[in-house]
């Protein structure tokens, strides 16, 4: 069966996932089974009657009380054993256990951020230790998503004005992609995210302290990866081209003309002001749809984004 497992389904990266695992293969199986056993059969009747004797009598009917009683118990039995099964894990995923560490998701066009208890937050990427069952708490601010990470068999919907929650342990260290399962409008397919699985000493580190990289990058290239990973490239281009939001480029230290008919310089302070509170000053010609990063990046990051812009020029 592992092999089996291996060849046609993803690593499994949560002890749910093995369970999840035997169901399917086990369904699978059976279907390919009686797929093959109705083919068989009709092939051979096929071939056994392929041609009729002329004149040949129609013979009687009668019924088989034995044979319509294995036909209907046998079906039955099987699905309310996989009903059963199934309920049963159904109802396992459902409740969290009471130690579990809990997270706050929100989902928005077109990024994820997530909470923990302690106020940390970040964007896009998620920090939990290996072998502790984690809760996700999750809600939307606009439309429907889905919270669907393959190698942990984990897919739940995320709705606007309702909390959704799923919970899993995870087995092993390393990272797991985060998708967006339900269209959610035009950058549906670059809401991505990653769920980095570290061991406890790692984990409790990057809560205090961040990751080392970014602590030691220079700011140009932090800035950078800030702008891929935390979702700004999907409303803001570098190139000129425009997006949902304005293009990045040639816009430090120049001239921005507001919607309110007003003018401003884009220094540091205007693009700080933009990230934290982005409602404050909207650019001429677009929407108010820019959410804020107020608490979602650290003071270094911040001044990483300022000195992208700034080398954009």
């Given at each position: 069966m592992?092999?089996?497992?291996?060849?046609?389904?993803?690593?499994?990266?949560?002890?749910?996932a093995?369970?999840?695992?035997?169901?399917?293969?086990?369904?699978?199986?059976?279907?390919?089974?009686?797929?093959?056993l109705?083919?068989?059969?009709?092939?051979?009747?096929v071939?056994?009657?392929?041609?009729?004797?002329?004149?040949a009598?129609?013979?009687?009917?009668?019924?088989?009380?034995a044979?319509?009683?294995t036909?209907?118990?046998?079906?039955?039995?099987?699905?309310?054993?996989?009903?059963?099964?199934?309920?049963?894990?159904?109802?396992?995923?459902?409740?969290?256990?009471?130690?579990?560490?809990?997270?706050?998701?929100?989902?928005?066009?077109?990024?994820?951020a997530?909470?923990?208890?302690?106020?940390t937050?970040t964007?896009?990427?998620?920090?939990?230790?290996?072998?502790?069952?984690?809760?996700?708490?999750?809600?939307?601010?606009?439309?429907?998503?889905?919270?669907?990470?393959?190698?942990?068999?984990?897919?739940?919907?995320?709705l606007?004005n309702?909390?959704?929650?799923l919970w899993?342990?995870?087995?092993t260290?390393?990272?797991?992609?985060?998708?967006?399962?339900?269209?959610?409008?035009?950058?549906?397919?670059?809401?991505?995210?990653?769920?980095?699985?570290?061991?406890?000493?790692?984990?409790?580190?990057?809560?205090?302290?961040?990751?080392?990289?970014?602590?030691?990058?220079?700011?140009?290239?932090?800035?950078?990866?800030?702008?891929?990973?935390?979702?700004?490239?999907?409303?803001?281009?570098?190139?000129?081209?425009r997006?949902?939001?304005?293009?990045?480029?040639?816009?430090?230290?120049?001239?921005?003309?507001?919607?309110?008919?007003k003018?401003?310089?884009?220094?540091?302070?205007?693009?700080?002001e933009?990230?934290?509170?982005?409602?404050?000053?909207?650019?001429?010609?677009?929407?108010?749809?820019?959410?804020?990063?107020?608490?979602?990046?650290?003071?270094?990051?911040i001044?990483?984004l300022?000195?992208?812009?700034?080398?954009l020029?």
């Amino acid at each position: 069966m592992n092999w089996l497992r291996s060849l046609l389904l993803p690593a499994q990266g949560s002890a749910y996932a093995s369970e999840y695992d035997t169901l399917f293969l086990f369904i699978t199986l059976l279907s390919a089974f009686f797929f093959l056993l109705i083919a068989a059969t009709a092939g051979w009747f096929v071939w056994r009657y392929r041609r009729a004797r002329e004149q040949a009598p129609t013979s009687m009917v009668t019924q088989s009380l034995a044979l319509e009683l294995t036909w209907t118990l046998i079906p039955l039995a099987i699905v309310m054993g996989i009903f059963f099964w199934s309920l049963n894990q159904y109802v396992g995923a459902s409740v969290a256990p009471g130690d579990a560490m809990e997270i706050q998701v929100t989902a928005k066009k077109w990024l994820w951020a997530f909470e923990y208890q302690n106020g940390t937050r970040t964007v896009n990427e998620v920090h939990i230790p290996v072998g502790k069952p984690v809760k996700f708490v999750m809600s939307s601010e606009d439309v429907i998503h889905s919270f669907f990470v393959p190698s942990m068999r984990l897919k739940q919907d995320v709705l606007p004005n309702r909390y959704t929650e799923l919970w899993f342990t995870p087995t092993t260290t390393g990272m797991h992609t985060l998708l967006c399962a339900e269209y959610c409008g035009r950058s549906h397919s670059d809401m991505l995210g990653k769920i980095w699985v570290d061991d406890d000493a790692t984990f409790q580190k990057w809560l205090e302290e961040g990751d080392e990289s970014t602590r030691t990058m220079p700011l140009k290239e932090l800035g950078k990866m800030l702008y891929e990973s935390r979702g700004c490239s999907t409303c803001h281009s570098i190139d000129g081209t425009r997006g949902d939001g304005p293009s990045l480029r040639n816009v430090f230290a120049h001239d921005i003309k507001l919607a309110d008919g007003k003018t401003v310089i884009a220094d540091a302070n205007y693009i700080r002001e933009s990230i934290l509170e982005p409602q404050a000053k909207i650019v001429l010609g677009y929407e108010p749809i820019m959410p804020t990063f107020q608490g979602l990046l650290r003071e270094r990051e911040i001044l990483a984004l300022i000195e992208f812009i700034r080398s954009l020029n």
